[in-house]
């Protein structure tokens, strides 16, 4: 299996803004037997072994792009992701982000660009954002009109008020992250790096994220690199996707066509009134468990009206539950069935 | 330059409300750092009591001693220790990378991003012993002396600043390094007493391979007048040199950063 060499052939060389290619990174990991024996024996001599994170990727994006970024835990977004920003260094090939080279960390690049990570907060907790929001003003050299301004843009495109001045401890999960949005984008970067900005989030707060940055993009023509584990951040925001596997690249293109590989099945989960045997399910899906009164099917998308009609009619049905699978599993599914 | 200083006053004005968030602690911070002082003016007064010498110091030339120490040492409280030990939770939780993003430099972001002002009184104190110790040794200084005691006290802060920003940079590596750092704080309890009254091989240790003798001892004698031009200028190169390894390294560790993982 070969990763898709996937440079955009329509793109004119100067107004790529992103470009990467042949980017790999190998980690030296420890490897510890488990149990204290194997602590002491790591503790008197050491052993490492390479990890390969990211294995010779390549692709490139265009100014105002919002590209998703898609794998398993483990794949290598996370990886790929700050090397784009410069935090690590690659182990082979090149990375081009806004005309620099970024482990080299350049003032101009770091002022052009941001990263936001859904489980890590620059805020400072004991006090209200804005007084995070001033430090980084003073740092990045914005003046205090302009700041004063910006904030106040970017407050009302958030739907913040008086939360920038209640000390983040006292914020709940949506408004942090919506702050943390804020202080990300107060130096107008124009290439954001978004690595699950929605984690944790409740399905309106994470709307309501997915509509600013849908909003900031349209305003300010900013490039996107999301990573994230909802399937629904993708959908709605990204036309075009990478997915990564094991380090390697193995799709760029549009969504549509990913989605179809992606999720050609629901998950229907049912409760019934009494307990039915696994033999009763046969024709109606794929059985994935069947529990006491808990059964969890897979049925194809275009038989599933017809799978729940019936379900209703054979059984004494209590509760009934149709889901998209996570996309971890989707992925994992899609590589154990050899589809790529 | 102007940014520095700008950012240099936020990082500070929100560090002192950041603490002063917890009114509590901050009572309960004051009230220890003065039993501290309590404490290590106790512990002087049994090893040097009035009319004793130790290696050649009176008691109130080795007061001068303890003076400078205590300077240095609230400096530390006041400085390096809330500083650098937040690198190693900056490395260990992953957020070090907001601080590698910001346009400024790392080291000074990592070394002056927070104040602890209980410290402060520490430094005071110093002084004041040193101040007072000097006269009752009777130390002249003239304007020119003051200056070179300043010079001596910024190159043993400068030196006491590099170890302390070398140990916390191999963080980097080894995540946690916090007893690296209590062992440096250990050796550097020994800037309390003059070097003379340590045995010959500790005190070519302290003078050439741990200079604590530059933190404490040479400036004291610069206020008695009795230290010697190659030790100042070994003291200032040395403080020049240790700065420019830490830099150094501090670049070095940066290209060896792996990120925690998300």
Partial sequence: MAPQRSLHPQVAHGSVVIEVEGLSKIYRVADKQPGLSGTLKHFMRRRHRDVHAV???????????????????????????????GLIHPSAGQVVVAGHQPQKRHPDFLRRIT????????????????????????VYGISDRDAKRRISELSDLLELGEELTRPVRKLSLGQRMKAELLAALLHQPDVLFLDEPTLGLDVNAQARVRQFLADYNQRTGATMLLTSHYMADIT?????????????????????????????ERHVRLELDAPVGAEAFAGLGRLDSCCDCEVNLRVQPDELTAVVAQLLERFEVRDLEVNDPPIDQLIGDLFRQGKV | MGRYFKSLRRFWGTALASQLEYQLNVVIELIAVGLSLLGSLFMLSLFFGPGRELGGWSWHEALIVQGFYTVLDGMASTWLRPNLSSIVTHVREGTLDFVLLKPIDSQFWLSLRTISPAGLPEIVLGLFLVIWGGNQAGASLTPGGLALVLVMLLAGGLILYSLWFLIAATSIWFVKTWNATEVLRAVLASGRYPVAAYPAPLRLLFTLVIPVAFLTTVPAEVVLGRASTPMLWLGSGLAVGFFVVARQFWLYALRHYTSASS
């Fill in chain 1, 236 to 264: 709605a925001l990204c036309p075009r996707v990478l997915l990564i596997h094991q380090g390697h690249l193995f799709h760029d293109g549009p969504l549509d066509r990913l989605a179809s590989r992606l999720a050609p």
């Fill in chain 1, 115 to 138: 990263l936001v990570m859904g489980q890590k907060q620059q805020l400072l907790w004991d006090l209200p954002p804005m007084d995070s929001l001033r430090v980084n003003a003073a």
């Fill in chain 1, 55 to 85: 294995s010779d990727i390549s692709f490139s994006i265009v100014p105002g792009e919002m590209v998703g970024f898609l794998g398993a835990n483990g794949a290598g977004k996370t990886t790929t992701l700050k090397m784009l920003c």
